[in-house]
């Protein structure tokens, strides 16, 4: 079974630049999250889907931060303006359905603001 | 006080210690409990998953959750150079969605 693919897995850009973030769940799975993770600190959830509806986007900046999840499959996360606060990795995970089931994670996108 | 506050570390030992991870949570509500393993520049990955109170035992892999004292460990035990790795506890937290809270972590080196 394929995991969780991301890309890119690295990006470098300059504050006040736009950047976008793409993930490909595993194949089948309906929820879909997003995360970001600040050197030093656990995962926090900016925004989860199931299938192509927002479930809880209640810690997404949305002043910057905008996703969507064209037709229940892949994702695309991107942040207009970014801020140097926003250097971290954004980790894609998936589940099989709604509710309480283990999340694989991608790899992440590591991203730098200069 | 925030809901899970994870041992910070990191954590140094020789091969063939044991090993102690803890967690505190603040919500007794909370009913499911989770480690992940991240290795560097990896996901996190699912270790142990436990329901309740008691422990869980799969290979050298224990997850121990205490409700009455809010309290989680995982215990490596013989724990080998491929466990250096970061460990974070998470736990689904209530509503609808089981949004995950993550802990921050803590980095463990085990030297051959």
């Known amino acids: 079974e394929a995991g969780v693919a991301q890309s890119p897995r690295y990006k470098i850009i300059e504050k006040r630049q736009s950047v976008a973030f793409w993930c490909n769940p595993i194949?089948?799975?309906?929820?879909l999250y997003w995360y970001q993770q600040i050197l030093g600190q656990g995962p926090k959830l900016l925004i989860q889907f199931q299938n192509n509806g927002v479930v809880d986007d209640s810690q997404l900046p949305k002043d910057r931060f905008s996703a969507e999840r064209l037709k229940g499959v892949d994702s695309t996360l991107k942040i207009q303006p970014a801020k140097l606060e926003d250097s971290a990795v954004y980790l894609c995970?998936?589940?099989?359905?709604?509710?309480?089931?283990?999340?694989?994670f991608g790899d992440g996108t590591r991203l730098s603001i200069l | 006080q925030k809901e899970v506050e994870q041992d910070p570390g990191p954590l140094s030992v020789p091969e063939g210690a044991i090993v102690s991870l803890n967690c505190t949570y603040s919500?007794?509500?909370?009913?499911?409990f989770m480690w992940y393993r991240q290795y560097s520049r990896k996901g996190p990955e699912l270790l142990m998953y436990t329901y309740s109170s008691g422990n869980k035992e799969d290979g050298r892999f224990t997850a121990q959750v205490d409700k009455s004292s809010k309290y989680i460990s995982l215990f490596i035990r013989d724990s080998q150079p491929s466990d250096s790795a970061t460990y974070l506890c998470?736990?689904?937290?209530?509503?609808?969605?089981?949004?995950?809270?993550f802990g921050k972590g803590t980095l463990l080196t085990v030297n051959p």
């Open positions: 194949s089948g799975h309906a929820t």
């Open positions: 998470a736990i689904p937290g209530g509503g609808s969605n089981y949004k995950l809270t």
């Open positions: 919500n007794s509500a909370f009913q499911y």
């Open positions: 995970a998936s589940s099989l359905g709604y509710g309480n089931q283990p999340q694989h």
